[in-house]
């Protein structure tokens, strides 16, 4: 119900009407931009009581996280710091890890996921009226074209290099059936590859771009930042440098696809063929 909730707020959002309202209430009022903490700290709070984990510090830690991207929104603050206030806290969460028991752990740090994402929308598609970020329903059929031929093209590429430096093993049928491999593309869309998307491409590459123009070094640039998020993920020792390396290919091609497209859902489906492919077949 929480999660389901979040992400229903957080597609509301892809229509024009819910954004050009939202972007007119923070310019008639800005100060209601302050709501926002309030909002979604009380939402964490229902969400952790679920499981029994409301506690004070857990919960003041939230309400801190919450605040401070707002905060650098608020006063003029460089939207790049904005955007490592909401995304390192989740990207290192050890000592909020702390406070919540192990059997709580992955539904509290989705639920703080989805918050994390529906505030980063709130600010910079709405409080900040970011432009080129892209996060609109598709436009036009080459939004389904595009992410197809990306991940025909980049597919093979990032299955050789990963089996060749040891990041995945050999190609293999999948042993799963069709109702589960159906139902996880939905899953790995929704909790990986939309979210992900949003970070990386609407705000920091869409940023990137908007400072430096649309080049190959801004693509680059940002693909590394996207393979540099991926070090201290398994399965392999940390740094994971091999994680890097596919990221990193991945990320340009990502990048790419969302230069030419004009809705983010097109980098994100790309990005969740990738990730279905590599956890079935690989």
């Known amino acids: 119900?929480?999660?389901?909730?979040?992400?229903?707020?957080?597609?509301?959002?892809?229509?024009?009407?819910?954004?050009?309202?939202?972007?007119?209430?923070?310019?008639?009022?800005?100060?209601?931009?302050?709501?926002?903490?309030?909002?979604?700290?009380?939402?964490?709070?229902?969400?952790?009581?679920?499981?029994?984990?409301?506690?004070?510090?857990?919960?003041?830690?939230?309400?801190?996280?919450?605040?401070?991207?707002?905060?650098?929104?608020?006063?003029?603050?460089?939207?790049?710091?904005?955007?490592?206030?909401?995304?390192?806290?989740?990207?290192?969460?050890?000592?909020?890890?702390?406070?919540?028991?192990?059997?709580?752990?992955?539904?509290?740090?989705s639920v703080a996921y989805g918050i994390a994402i529906l505030l980063g929308l709130a600010l910079f598609a709405g409080f900040r009226g970011m432009q080129g970020m892209k996060y609109n329903l598709p436009r036009s059929w080459r939004d389904l074209r595009l992410p197809l031929v990306g991940f025909a093209v980049t597919a093979p590429v990032l299955a050789v290099v990963g089996t060749a430096i040891g990041f995945i093993p050999p190609p293999h049928w999948p042993a799963a059936g069709a109702g589960r491999m159906a139902s996880a593309m939905a899953i790995i869309f929704a909790g990986t590859a939309l979210p992900e998307e949003i970070l990386f491409r609407s705000m920091i590459q869409n940023l990137l771009m908007q400072r430096f123009g649309a080049t190959a070094r801004t693509l680059s640039i940002s693909a590394l930042i996207f393979g540099a998020a991926h070090l201290d993920n398994g399965p392999q020792p940390l740094?994971?440098?091999?994680?890097?390396?596919?990221?990193?290919?991945?990320?340009?091609?990502?990048?790419?696809?969302?230069?030419?497209?004009?809705?983010?859902?097109?980098?994100?489906?790309?990005?969740?063929?990738?990730?279905?492919?590599?956890?079935?077949?690989?």
């Open 1 to 109: 119900m929480f999660l389901g909730a979040l992400l229903a707020a957080i597609l509301g959002l892809l229509c024009e009407r819910p954004r050009a309202a939202m972007r007119a209430a923070f310019k008639q009022r800005p100060w209601i931009v302050w709501a926002l903490p309030l909002l979604l700290t009380g939402y964490f709070l229902l969400a952790s009581l679920t499981e029994g984990q409301a506690n004070p510090s857990l919960i003041a830690i939230v309400l801190a996280y919450t605040a401070a991207p707002v905060a650098c929104a608020y006063f003029g603050g460089p939207d790049f710091l904005t955007i490592l206030l909401l995304w390192l806290p989740l990207e290192f969460p050890a000592p909020a890890a702390k406070l919540i028991a192990r059997h709580a752990q992955g539904f509290l740090h």
């Open 239 to 282: 740094p994971n440098w091999r994680y890097m390396i596919l990221a990193t290919i991945a990320g340009f091609a990502y990048g790419k696809v969302f230069q030419k497209s004009s809705t983010v859902l097109a980098s994100a489906l790309f990005h969740m063929l990738v990730d279905w492919t590599r956890h079935f077949f690989f």
